[in-house]
């Protein structure tokens, strides 16, 4: 089982950028890496969703156009590149492999003044 951990959140003002990372313990080339996200008292969402060895790519309706998921096949990386930020985005981010493995810790982000 291949463990990930996310990093790169952090505290942006509204209409910023930041890009999370999510690293692979080992190679995720035959892996489909969703990104998620959760706010206190309500449920995960999805948010998108990479197949890692052809770089298909999914994205939820509320991050389409603003997110977009990368992979890095030398660094086992899968990377969130997040634009034009907005307060309803504040959340812990998650990655996990779809359909397998278990949560991390996640990357707290925040969007404020």
């Known amino acids: 089982q291949v463990h990930l951990v996310e990093s790169g959140g952090g505290l942006v003002q509204p209409g910023g950028s930041l890009r999370l990372s999510c690293v692979a313990s080992r190679s995720i080339l035959d892996y489909t890496i969703g990104w998620f996200r959760q706010v206190p008292g309500k449920e995960r969402e999805g948010l998108s969703r990479?197949?890692?060895?052809?770089?298909?790519?999914y994205y939820a309706d509320s991050v389409k156009g603003r997110f977009f998921a990368s992979r890095d096949y030398a660094e086992n990386t899968v990377y969130l590149q997040m634009h034009n930020l907005q307060p309803e985005d504040t959340a812990t981010y998650y990655c996990?492999?779809?359909?397998?493995?278990?949560w991390g810790q996640g990357t707290q982000v925040t969007v404020s003044t």
């Open positions: 996990k492999q779809v359909g397998f493995g278990s």
């Open positions: 990479l197949s890692v060895s052809d770089g298909n790519t």
